[in-house]
């Protein structure tokens, strides 16, 4: 290994995969920029880490997302940095919402969803996919489900990008943005603080409404407990699907025999999603902090330590994956590593292959062939998310 490698550096966001490889060779367990945290990189061993939240917790996730100056985050009192027992009782009153049945019956109200958004899209003219399309389904889906008026949909991601990324990648002198993330907290917590007040006065048919509903041994979950669980729902699921969604066509664009072959076999579209998902994760890493003195992959690691779980680097290990940097659609599957491992197995895995399936349903239905528009693409990156920035695409009809 020639250097640390920063995982936030400009080469890094554009192209993570050879630093990676270098890593698995070479340091699997190592310290990396920025702050130093201890980077787990090879398949083995982040299985390792996240098979075991009794050594490696999730709470690091609720001091990184809560600084001293933002005065309270929602989305650090979420279960996802939580550990058992809290975390198991948080998840326990909400998993029935993300069962096989309740999934299934949101497949028509999706389908629509993603119908709308791919017939508004133009033909045969270069624009920018990531808004219209990758963005504006995962956030009506998520709205839906919360029982958030349309004409809100698009600032749900904003909110989810502030409460996030605009607050771990703040520096000390960026007083403009630490205003920016205080915003979005006091917006988001007034909105649903209120949306929550009116589903208990008159309930409806949304997911808010059932968990308003919902008594555990008597008691009603609390407000501070029905916000984290919003506010988690708009990270969960707008900012990780949105990148599915963009990569997707990228990919498709990238490889039009693969177009063609899934329009022949519509039944490998999930196949294709699970590759999709691996070849480029959403999420590139899930963080945690060491509860004592530990060893990962023959390394030490000091109690209190901060680990990044490398997803992203794990999905592309040769060990589990033979020729990992290849895309293969025939590869066996399905895989469930994107969706992390373990008690925080992510919850809306099967709703977000749904949104993934029926988004390329409805693209298959209206576009004929896709292709690179002129102007570059970009990657956005924060140390957990990874997706395109913007992606300038073709399409042309059936
Ligand atoms: C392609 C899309 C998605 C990917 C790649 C993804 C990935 C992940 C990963 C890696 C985790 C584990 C994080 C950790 O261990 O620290 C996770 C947890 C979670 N995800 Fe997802 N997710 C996706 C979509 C969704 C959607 C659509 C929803 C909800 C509607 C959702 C809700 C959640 C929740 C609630 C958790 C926390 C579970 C817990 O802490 O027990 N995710 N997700």
């Known amino acids: 290994m020639t250097a640390r490698h920063n995982l936030l550096s400009p080469e890094l966001k554009a192209n993570p995969y050879p630093a990676y490889a270098d890593l698995r060779r070479n340091a699997p367990v190592c310290q990396v920029d920025p702050g130093g945290m201890w980077a787990v990189s090879r398949y083995e061993d982040v299985m390792y880490v996240l098979k075991n939240p009794q050594l490696f917790s999730s709470t690091g996730f609720g001091a990184a997302t809560n600084p001293p100056w933002l005065g309270g985050n929602p989305l650090s009192d979420s279960m996802l940095a939580q550990d058992p027992p809290l975390h198991g009782r948080l998840r326990g009153l909400i998993s029935r919402a993300f069962g096989a049945s309740a999934i299934s019956r949101m497949e028509p109200r999706v389908r629509d969803i993603a119908r709308e958004a791919v017939a508004a899209l133009p033909l045969g003219q270069s624009f920018d996919v990531m808004q219209p399309y990758a963005l504006r389904i995962p956030a009506s889906v998520i709205g839906d489900l919360l029982g958030v008026e349309p004409a809100l949909h698009a600032r749900l991601k904003r909110w989810a990008d502030l409460i996030t990324g605009g607050v771990t990648t703040v520096r000390p002198e960026e007083e403009d943005r630490k205003q920016l993330a205080r915003d979005a907290v006091r917006e988001l917590k007034t909105y649903f603080g209120e949306l929550l007040e009116r589903r208990r006065q008159e309930p409806g048919e949304d997911m808010l409404s059932d968990l308003v509903r919902l008594r555990v041994d008597g008691e009603a979950l609390s407000t501070d407990e029905l916000l984290a669980f919003c506010a988690m729902l708009l990270v969960g699921g707008i900012e990780t699907a949105v990148n599915m969604l963009g990569t997707s066509l990228l990919v498709l664009a990238e490889r039009p025999e693969l177009l063609a072959r899934l329009r022949e076999e519509r039944s490998r579209i999930p196949a294709f999603l699970e590759e999709v998902l691996r070849y480029e994760p959403p999420i ?33 290990d040769d060990a589990q994956y033979p020729d990992a940097d290849r895309f293969d659609l025939d590869r066996p599957g399905p895989q469930n590593l994107p969706f992390g491992h373990g008690i925080h197995f992510c919850l809306g895995a099967q709703l977000a292959r749904l949104e993934g399936r029926l988004a390329l349903e409805a693209v298959l239905e209206r576009v004929g062939r896709l292709e690179r528009g002129p102007e570059p693409m970009t990657w956005h990156r924060t140390l957990v998310v990874r997706g395109p920035g913007t992606l300038p695409l073709v399409l042309h009809p059936v």
Not at 289 to 309: C, I, K, N
């Open 284 to 316: 590139h890493a899930a963080p945690r902090v060491t509860t004592q003195d530990v060893e990962v992959g023959g390394t030490h690691l000091p109690a209190g330590s901060r680990v990044l779980t490398l997803i992203g680097s794990a999905c592309r």
